[in-house]
C-alpha cells in the first residue's frame, strides 16, 4: 500500500515556518479569527475564574448535617476550575493574547453568575445552574471553531468534559440530600 502523501512538500513547510516566526504557534495555516478566539477565552477565563470564587466562598460556608462531605466536594470543583483557568491562559498566551485576569469587570465578561445562595441546597442548585451555563457556553465555542483550531477545541473539550463531571455530581448531591425529583 503507498503511503499517502503530505498535502504540502516538506521544502514549502520549512519556508513557512521561518516566516513571522514571533508568531509562536500561529502560523499561516491557522484558520480561526485569531482576535475572536482570544475574546471567547478570556470570557471562558473569566467563567472559570468566578466559579471557582463561588465554589470557594461554598466550601468555607457550607454548614449543615450533611456539609463536611459537600464542602469536600466544592473544594475539588473549585480546585478543578482553577485548573481550567490556568489551561485557558496558557492557550491565550500560545495564540498571543493576554489573559484578562483583572477583577475589574470580571462579572460582566463571565458567563456565569455569581451567586452565594442562603443554605447548602441553594449553593448545590447555584453551582448546578453555573455548570449548566458553563456547559452549553463550550458546547457553541467548540461548535463555532469547528476544524479551524484543533487545539482548542481538544481543550475545550477536556474541560467540558469536566464540566459535565461536575453536573453529574450536583446532582448526585441533590438526590443524596433528598430534594430533587426524578430525573
Partial sequence: MPEKPFLTDIKTLRQRARQHIEK???TPGYQA???????????ALATEIVCVLRYRRHYFMASGINAQSVAQEFLEHSNEEQAHADQI???????????NLSPEGLLTRSHAEYVEGDSLIDMI???LVAER???????????YLGHDDPTTVRMLEG???????????LVSLLEKLGTSGPR
Fill in 89 to 99: 491562559a496558557q492557550r491565550i498566551v500560545q495564540l498571543g493574547g493576554e489573559p
Fill in 125 to 127: 442548585k447555584e453551582d
Fill in 24 to 26: 509562536g504557534a500561529v
Fill in 159 to 169: 474541560i467540558l468534559a469536566m464540566e459535565e463531571t461536575h453536573a453529574e455530581d
Fill in 133 to 143: 451555563v458553563a456547559i452549553d457556553s463550550y458546547r457553541e465555542m467548540i461548535a
Fill in 33 to 43: 479569527d485569531l482576535a475572536t478566539v482570544v475574546r471567547i477565552l478570556n470570557e
